[in-house]
């Protein structure tokens, strides 16, 4: 009782990432809090999927395995976690802030009455004192995300409800094998005696899943593009560079709002977070929003007219000048010198 | 096909692409005031798709509901002008404070006054939060299904509606029956500009609040044409728990709000002369980072 729980999310019948990414953070808290790890995973076709989240760590593992549960449907998914969560009353439940966390975890906070944050970049254990009432909560679940724009940074808390939610961005957490022997134990939820007809008011008609074609996220070298690129022109400079340096093209919300770039290329809290060995930021200005999705990269190089712009704190090399005169030059150069 | 009522929720949220250092109060809560307000724009989204249904199946209305401040009646006019037919303001201090539950039990028990309805459109998240969480909480409030991350409406027939949803990775169209709530994406088409007929019609529509400030003539010209008055809205006009609104109703709470501070890192300041590129080139195929 009381445990961990984290959402498993299915994909294309693989394991998404982020769960995995999730196992390892919630093995970490559990290990703080003292308690298990569960994982409830809800689709068709799981036999022996509770192997491969054994070795991330997961105590015991929850399957609701049944046709109508793939592809993934609001309705069902939630009405199952719920009943779960009712029974099992955990402490803390996490899930991916993927299109399908994001529809599902508010779904369950406001039908059990609690709360809920959104893209989390960083978990952790603390406590607090509520002066008002006197009352010292401990082992409280911090939610820290950047709010706000990206101008501040909060963290959250639930000290009176039960769960405490939170949705977690895809590749802001390390996603680490426990241990390749642990074993935990297998539990099989009898789904088809929740559901009613009124689960299913909603249908998938077509599906297209398109794997992404940009890989930003497995890319070794970024060059990045923001606002301060200028237009969708001024863009076609940095896929010059990249495709020298075969390196992938990424920008940030600001440049994909204004039209730049396609959403999938964007980095940062709302899109892709990223760990190149080589971040390239052209007219950037890094707002927090986006170094969430990038400072973990080995080595970052800000080329922005703004001697001031906020990422130069995060760079090793400022380059203060236009894009349009610098980046023909590392192109030129390169090719002159590489093999 | 029949007639469809239609509700739209937007809000109105302070523009976070500017802001200054005041935007924070001592609380760790949003000080709305010192920031210019704007039409959340996924909220402008869900319009265009919702006046688009509206277009499609004849007779149906549009109303458009706001939760917020006084001043949030703007973001109704603004929806008079594209086409919208009615507004509510709900709008009450007790309302202050309000994590996304609380705000998404005001506005379910709103909107369940509204009955009957058939749709309810919302954009997917707010830019003040970025959350996406208050609209699926609305709908499992009101106990509707939901469709999220709307593109574009692909058909609607007498009780169902099939939608376009882009998703992190491809698109998937989905068919539900009404009621239903759907929230909208940003790559949905972009709202349709004024009208500048409605603009005319709808520019003095104002709440009871607003009108208090006004001189007799305006009075005069108000009573004679009641589609200019804002419904303006209070708890006492909704059935609430009065303990489920506002900070007290949030289970959330802000237990630490850091401005953020970048940590300096030591880095090499360089211009964008042709020695100053190519020896970071060369140090770059040196140690084997590029090439």
């Known amino acids: 009782m009381n445990n961990i729980f984290v959402y498993?999310?299915?994909?294309?019948?693989?394991?998404?990432?982020?769960?995995?990414?999730l196992l390892t953070k919630g093995k970490s808290l559990a290990k703080q809090l003292a308690c298990k790890l569960e994982v409830i995973v809800l689709g068709s076709d799981l036999n022996g999927i509770e192997n491969k989240l054994y070795k991330y760590g997961a105590d015991v593992v929850h399957v609701g395995d049944d046709k109508?549960?793939?592809?993934?449907?609001?309705?069902?998914?939630?009405?199952?976690?719920?009943?779960?969560?009712?029974?099992?009353?955990?402490?803390?439940?996490?899930?991916?802030?993927?299109?399908?966390?994001?529809?599902?975890?508010?779904?369950?906070?406001?039908?059990?009455?609690?709360?809920?944050?959104?893209?989390?970049?960083?978990?952790?254990?603390?406590?607090?004192?509520?002066?008002k009432t006197d009352t010292k909560y401990e082992n409280l679940l911090y939610q820290i995300r950047p709010a706000f724009g990206g101008n501040i940074v909060a963290t959250i808390i639930n000290p009176e409800t039960r769960p405490q939610l939170a949705t977690v961005r895809e590749g802001v957490m390390k996603m680490e094998v426990f241990d390749e022997a642990h074993k935990g134990e297998l539990k099989k939820i009898n789904v088809d005696?929740?559901?009613?007809?009124?689960?299913?008011?909603?249908?998938?008609?077509?599906?297209?899943?398109?794997?992404?074609?940009?890989?930003?996220?497995?890319?070794?070298?970024?060059?990045?593009?923001?606002y301060g690129v200028g237009s969708k022109e001024n863009f076609k400079l940095l896929y010059d560079l990249a495709e020298v340096l075969g390196a992938e093209v990424g920008a940030s919300r600001a440049a994909v709002d204004a039209g730049f770039a396609e959403h999938e290329r964007q980095i940062g809290q709302t899109g892709?977070?990223?760990?190149?060995?080589?971040?390239?930021?052209?007219?950037?200005?890094?707002?927090?929003?986006?170094?969430?999705?990038?400072?973990?990269?080995?080595?970052?190089?800000?080329?922005?007219?703004?001697?001031?712009?906020?990422?130069?704190?995060?760079?090793?090399?400022?380059?203060?000048?236009?894009?349009?005169?610098?980046?023909?030059?590392?192109?030129?150069?390169?090719?002159?010198?590489?093999? | 096909m029949k007639a469809l009522k239609i509700i739209v929720l937007a809000k109105q949220v302070p523009d976070t692409r500017n802001v200054g250092k005041d935007a924070m109060k001592a609380d760790g809560t949003v000080n709305r005031a010192a920031l210019a307000a704007i039409f959340n724009p996924e909220d402008l989204n869900a319009l265009e798709l919702a006046l688009q249904l509206k277009d499609q199946v004849k007779g149906s209305s549009l109303t458009i509901l706001t939760m917020g401040p006084g001043r949030a009646a703007e973001v109704i006019r603004e929806g008079l002008y594209r086409g919208a037919d009615h507004g509510i303001l709900l709008t009450d201090r007790k309302f202050a404070g309000s994590d996304t539950l609380a705000?998404?039990?005001?506005?379910?028990?709103?909107?369940?006054?509204?009955?009957?309805?058939?749709?309810?459109?919302?954009?997917?998240?707010?830019?003040?939060?970025?959350?996406?969480?208050?609209?699926?909480?609305?709908?499992?409030?009101?106990?509707?299904?939901?469709?999220?991350?709307?593109?574009e409406i692909v058909n609607v027939k007498s009780n169902e509606i099939l939608i376009k949803r882009r998703l992190d990775r491809g698109v998937e169209v989905v068919s539900s029956s009404f009621p239903v709530l759907i929230t909208v994406h940003s790559s949905a088409p972009d709202c349709r500009p004024r009208n500048a007929k409605l603009l005319m019609k709808y520019k003095h529509a104002k709440t009871v609040t607003e009108i208090q400030d006004m001189s007799e003539d305006y009075l005069d010209i108000f009573q004679n044409r009641s589609y200019l008055k804002i419904e303006e809205w209070s708890v006492n006009d909704i059935v609430v728990d009065e303990e489920a609104l506002g900070l007290g109703g949030s289970p959330t709470k802000v237990k630490k709000i850091e401005n953020v501070v970048f940590k300096a890192k030591e880095s090499k300041k360089l211009t964008p002369l042709d020695e100053d590129i190519d020896m970071l080139m060369k140090e770059l195929i040196e140690n084997h980072t590029i090439g």
């Open chain 1, 68 to 131: 109508r549960l793939s592809p993934y449907l609001t309705l069902p998914h939630s009405k199952v976690i719920v009943d779960l969560f009712t029974k099992e009353k955990p402490q803390v439940g996490l899930f991916g802030a993927t299109s399908i966390g994001r529809d599902l975890a508010p779904r369950i906070a406001s039908a059990m009455k609690c709360g809920l944050t959104a893209d989390c970049t960083s978990l952790e254990i603390g406590e607090h004192y509520e002066k």
């Open chain 1, 8 to 21: 498993c999310e299915i994909e294309d019948r693989e394991i998404a990432d982020v769960s995995l990414e």
């Open chain 1, 193 to 226: 005696e929740l559901f009613d007809d009124a689960d299913f008011v909603v249908k998938v008609i077509e599906r297209h899943i398109e794997n992404k074609k940009v890989n930003i996220k497995g890319a070794g070298i970024i060059v990045a593009g923001g």
């Open chain 1, 272 to 339: 892709v977070t990223v760990r190149p060995k080589l971040y390239i930021a052209c007219g950037i200005s890094g707002q927090i929003q986006h170094r969430a999705g990038m400072t973990e990269s080995s080595m970052v190089i800000s080329i922005n007219t703004d001697e001031k712009a906020p990422i130069n704190q995060i760079a090793d090399y400022v380059i203060t000048g236009d894009i349009a005169v610098t980046i023909p030059k590392m192109i030129k150069y390169y090719k002159k010198n590489s093999k």
């Open chain 2, 103 to 151: 705000t998404s039990y005001a506005l379910a028990q709103t909107i369940d006054k509204m009955k009957p309805y058939d749709v309810v459109f919302a954009g997917r998240q707010a830019i003040d939060g970025d959350t996406a969480q208050v609209g699926p909480q609305v709908a499992e409030k009101l106990n509707l299904p939901q469709i999220t991350y709307a593109e």
